[in-house]
């Protein structure tokens, strides 16, 4: 069992800053590829920021600039710092993981979600 709980979601004025994180635990072998997932209200969940296992990264064209996305391998967690937020950056963010669990199975992993809120 692998389990994905993000945190540091919540309420951001237009211009603010938010750091979302994501930490995994569970049967963990090693933890391949992570990323950052969104979906705002009536639209379809879109990637907003992928890193690999060596650290290689890509954002959405809508990001860049502004988010980083970055993990910390030693306590298997990705994280989202977000600059310079704006209304359409509101949205459920997803945290995302390819895992291979200590029975060296391939999971796709998904956490629960986090809101964020981007209002004046």
């Known amino acids: 069992q692998v389990q994905l709980v993000e945190s540091g979601g919540g309420l951001v004025q237009p211009g603010g800053s938010l750091r979302l994180s994501c930490a995994a635990s569970?049967?963990?072998?090693?933890?391949?590829?992570m990323g950052w997932y969104r979906q705002a209200p009536g639209k379809q969940r879109e990637l907003v920021a992928h890193i690999t296992g060596s650290g290689s990264t890509k954002y959405a064209d809508s990001v860049k600039g502004r988010f980083t996305i970055a993990r910390d391998n030693a306590k298997n967690t990705v994280y989202l710092q977000m600059n310079s937020l704006k209304p359409e950056d509101m949205a459920v963010y997803y945290c995302?993981?390819?895992?291979?669990?200590?029975?060296?199975?391939?999971?796709?992993?998904w956490g629960q979600g986090t809101l964020v809120f981007v209002s004046s």
């Open positions: 569970g049967s963990i072998f090693s933890i391949n590829a």
């Open positions: 995302n993981a390819d895992v291979v669990a200590t029975t060296l199975r391939s999971l796709e992993v």
